[in-house]
């Protein structure tokens, strides 16, 4: 089944630098590549995601890249302030049927310093 | 207001005591599943939903089990609750097709001494 790999599991920048989380998978009928953000004590909410016929995708100071052929994709948070901090799941979905399943890496805490 | 609900929120509970966690969404979503959030291990699937009536295991279903007999509702079961099973317990549901698209609920922290 589908695997998500996910780096890294920390990171820690200081408020206006740019964070990098990776992420990998396994399973190349894999076709959305979504990211959610889980802020502390609350729940995982949508912050962008990419399909497999898209190479980039930007919102504001996020992005999102996916490399097919090397079954990767990355989330770019630019200008990072103190609200960024959260943990940072990506996840991929697996067609299964007619409507598929998500599978999720195991997060990143990432932490913006004033 | 569109949202995910999940009650109860927090339980503290002994091993063997069955308890229920009830799940339900105002959406008309075809799709819910649950999941189990434990430190370094991420969100792990337990078991999911396409439709009524058609349940599927996820990743880790061992000791729960689901039912959906309507399409707003999808409750978790511990038939007999262990220690292992203490963990952040979130529902989350999507429109059909579009699965990545989760919306979920707050949460339940369960305990299980």
């Known amino acids: 089944g589908e695997n998500v790999e996910q780096h890294p599991s920390t990171l820690s920048v200081q408020e206006g630098d740019s964070a990098v989380i990776k992420c990998t998978y396994s399973?190349?009928?894999?076709?959305?590549f979504p990211w959610y953000k889980q802020e502390l004590g609350k729940r995982p909410q949508l912050i962008i995601d990419?399909?497999?016929?898209?190479g980039e995708k930007k919102d504001q100071r996020i992005a999102v890249t996916l490399n097919k052929t090397a079954k990767h994709f990355s989330l770019h948070i630019t200008e990072t302030q103190p609200e960024d901090s959260a943990v940072y799941f990506c996840?991929?979905?697996?067609?299964?049927?007619?409507?598929?399943?998500?599978?999720f890496g195991k997060g990143t805490k990432l932490s913006v310093k004033p | 207001e569109a949202q995910v609900t999940q009650n109860p929120r927090y339980l503290i509970t002994v091993t063997g005591k069955k308890l229920t966690v009830t799940c339900s969404q105002n959406?008309?979503?075809?799709?819910m599943s649950w999941y189990r959030q434990d430190p370094g291990l991420g969100l792990r699937q337990i078991y999911y939903?396409?439709?009524?009536?058609?349940?599927d295991k996820g990743d880790v279903p061992e000791g729960y089990k689901v039912s959906r007999k309507e399409k707003r509702n999808f409750p978790l079961i511990l038939e007999s609750p262990s220690p292992n099973q203490t963990s952040l317990y979130f529902c989350?549901?999507?429109?059909?097709?579009?699965?990545?698209?989760?919306?979920f609920g707050p949460g339940t922290r369960l305990t299980v001494t």
């Open positions: 989350a549901s999507s429109p059909p097709w579009r699965v990545h698209e989760q919306y």
């Open positions: 399973d190349s009928a894999s076709n959305y």
């Open positions: 990419i399909r497999s016929n898209v």
């Open positions: 996840a991929a979905r697996v067609q299964e049927g007619s409507q598929g399943n998500l599978i």
């Open positions: 959406m008309n979503h075809e799709y």
């Open positions: 939903s396409m439709n009524v009536e058609v349940t």
